[in-house]
């Protein structure tokens, strides 16, 4: 697994709590992608990876598909 070679940013609090659950799951972000990009949300591995790091915004749609994919409820995540 690889190191984060930069600090967790300040732009939202899911980041880390998706790549934990993702990374839990065996699920490698190209596999979380396309599950994102069937359930029309179009994000690009650059976008997931800054997401991941809290270098992003999320917006509520990305949250509420992430949620579903990941198996868990919004609220896990925000919490």
């Known amino acids: 697994m690889r190191i984060r070679k930069q600090a967790l940013g300040d732009r939202n609090i899911v980041g880390a709590k998706i790549e934990q659950k993702r990374k839990s799951m065996g699920m490698k972000q190209k596999d979380l992608l396309t599950q994102l990009q069937i359930k029309g949300i179009d994000l690009n591995a650059s976008g ?14 990305e949250l509420k598909a992430i949620s579903e994919v990941l198996g868990m409820s919004y609220e896990e995540l925000l919490g």
Request: proline letters at 0%; glycine letters at 8%; charged letters at 30%.
């Open 48 to 61: 997931l990876s800054k997401l991941e790091g809290q270098l992003r915004y999320v917006t509520d749609f």
